[in-house]
T-cell receptor
Framework: ELKVEQNPLFLSMQEGKNYTIYCNYSTTSDRLYWYRQDPGKSLESLFVLLSNGAVKQEGRLMASLDTKARLSTLHITAAVHDLSATYFCAVDRIQGAQKLVFGQGTRLTINP | ETGVTQTPRHLVMGMTNKKSLKCEQHLGHNAMYWYKQSAKKPLELMFVYNFKEQTENNSVPSRFSPECPNSSHLFLHLHTLQPEDSALYLC????????????FGPGTRLTVL
């Protein structure tokens, strides 16, 4: 059974600091996704990572994938308050329609 | 409208009621999904439809009944629900590309009394 674990589950940090969210998954997967969810809102796609060593960056967020370690990281650089949200990673196998398995989510709070 | 829309946004129902949730996608995608998001569990995939055919039922109780009349519309029919079914129900759609991601609707917040 494919399982996805994120840590930390809760993260409170100050503006301007750097931090990393970790996502481990239990079995071989073909794709890894990062999503953001604001309170009371739906999920917004951030990144899709396919191959070992893949790195994608958007603004202050950078995601990477190590398929051998079954680990993805979401790195936040010089955090700003607007990045406060819950971040989810998810994985799936390429087999027709996507069947995502999600992690528990990391609730990130960035304080001024 | 663009993207993925869901109606209603909020629903309160009794355990003996029958109601339906509606999802519509305007993205030309072939696959549609229902998810359940509750406070105590990670986001759970419930059903997957690919080109109108159900390809996944993730051990969902029969009191939840999905319907996909075409690739743009997805329904979730609800009957004799339990209070523990109270949650946010999210619909999503995706295309066939290797790097395609799922686009989520705003969700329906369901409360079962």
């Amino acid at each position: 059974e494919l399982k996805v674990e994120q840590n930390p589950l809760f993260l409170s940090m100050q503006e301007g600091k750097n931090y990393t969210i970790y996502c481990n998954y239990s079995t071989t997967s073909d794709r890894l996704y990062w999503y953001r969810q604001d309170p009371g809102k739906s999920l917004e796609s951030l990144f899709v990572l396919l191959s070992n060593g893949a790195v994608k960056q958007e603004g202050r967020l950078m995601a990477s994938l190590d398929t051998k370690a079954r680990l993805s990281t979401l790195h936040i650089t010089a955090a700003v308050h607007d990045l406060s949200a819950t971040y989810f990673c998810a994985v799936d196998r390429i087999q027709g329609a996507q069947k995502l398995v999600f992690g528990q989510g990391t609730r990130l709070t960035i304080n001024p | 409208e663009t993207g993925v829309t869901q109606t209603p946004r909020h629903l309160v129902m009794g355990m003996t009621n029958k109601k339906s949730l509606k999802c519509e996608q305007h993205l030309g995608h072939n696959a549609m999904y229902w998810y359940k998001q509750s406070a105590k569990k990670p986001l759970e995939l419930m059903f997957v439809y690919n080109f109108k055919e159900q390809t996944e039922n993730n051990s969902v109780p029969s009191r939840f009944s999905p319907e996909c009349p075409n690739s743009s519309h997805l329904f979730l029919h609800l009957h004799t629900l339990q209070p523990e079914d109270s949650a946010l129900y999210l619909c999503a759609s995706s295309g066939r590309g290797l790097t395609d991601t799922q686009y989520f609707g705003p969700g329906t917040r369901l409360t079962v009394l």
